[in-house]
């Protein structure tokens, strides 16, 4: 079934000559059916790119799904034009009253600063608050999953001495999670991150379960118990070559605290395609999140969501 989108965004280009479903507005307003509502409040530096990742994968499951992208209000952007924000976008204040079944925070390249020096992280912790009576199950990413635990559970992000990035293993620490129902006893799943959370920290909330973690990569997936917030700190919506751009763009930079992305090209050879090891675990998952956490326990009526 498709992903409902505007008529005239760009990754609809993209995500059809994939083959993804792609529904425009025009054609969905002739189906009698209530797609899913998920809000993308989107908090990534090229956001065209970071839109048509999370839009494959919402699209590439059994539910029609209807997305909103939303974007802070207090950050101007300095690598998306204006004409697409103010075409595809609303900020948080013109969403406010809406209810949702699922919003998704992305991750943001701010994780060096402290959560109060971000200049959205006030509009952030009121959308936080604000997603508990409107939005029924919330997915944060990356920096946001620690925003998130930050925020809600102080749970603390420690600074890493290099740079972690690369294509990790992980395993279940839950038996049976519907989170992960579908994919392998090992999977593989990128990072790009300067932060981390610490498992310790994590065990000793009464309120979460470590989902799900790697030997290299520590704290990969963070639920709360009743499933409602789902904290992710890899990315599993990356394209295949992001990471590769991600090397690039720092070494041209000047950054000296990073080093080639670990378990990535082949041989370590840069010059390599990378591999592409991740994309059945963003599929399952954000299959699984549709459906088990959002779909089956939403009300058809959002308005009595609570």
Same mark, same amino acid.
């Given at each position: ?9 760009? @990754? ?12 425009? %507005? ?21 956001? %065209? ?33 204006? @004409? ?33 020096? *971000? ?15 409107? *939005?029924? !199950? ?29 294509? &990790? ?42 989902? !799900? ?26 394209? @295949? ?6 090397? @690039? ?15 990535? &090209? ?41």
């Amino acid at each position: 079934m498709p992903v409902k989108v505007p008529d005239s965004l760009p @990754a609809v280009r993209v995500l059809t000559e994939e083959n993804v479903f792609v529904m425009t %507005e025009k054609r969905a307003a002739s189906q009698d059916i209530r797609p899913l509502r998920i809000g993308v409040y989107n908090l990534m530096p090229t956001k %065209e790119v970071t839109e048509t990742q999370i839009l494959r994968l919402l699209g590439n499951t059994p539910l029609q799904v209807e997305v909103v992208f939303i974007r802070p209000a207090q950050h101007v952007s300095r690598h998306t034009p204006a @004409a697409h924000l103010e075409a595809f976008y609303k900020t948080f204040d013109e969403v406010r009253d809406q209810k949702f079944d699922g919003l998704i925070i992305t991750g943001a390249p701010v994780e060096k600063l402290d959560f109060e020096e *971000v200049n959205y992280w006030n509009e952030l912790k009121e959308l936080i608050d604000w997603a508990d009576a409107h *939005v029924y !199950s919330t997915m944060y990413i990356c920096w946001a999953a620690q925003a998130g635990l930050y925020y809600r559970h102080g749970i603390p992000k420690y600074p890493l001495p290099r740079k972690l990035s690369g294509v &990790f293993s992980h395993r279940a620490e839950v038996r049976n999670y519907p989170l992960l129902r579908g994919l392998d006893d090992r999977f593989y799943a990128p990072h790009s991150r300067y932060t981390a959370v610490s498992i310790e920290d994590i065990a000793r909330c009464d309120d979460l379960l470590l989902v !799900s973690s790697g030997r290299e990569s520590g704290v990969f997936i963070v639920a709360e118990k009743n499933g409602r917030h789902i904290y992710i700190t890899g990315h599993v919506e990356y394209d @295949a070559d992001t990471l590769a751009r991600e090397y @690039a763009r720092d070494l041209a930079a000047g950054r000296t605290d990073v080093d080639l992305p670990q378990h990535y &090209f082949p041989d370590d050879d840069p010059s390599e395609p990378p591999m592409f090891r991740w994309r059945s675990t963003g599929t399952l998952i954000f299959a699984n999140w549709l459906n088990y956490y959002v779909y089956q326990v939403t009300p058809y009526d959002t308005g009595l969501i609570r």
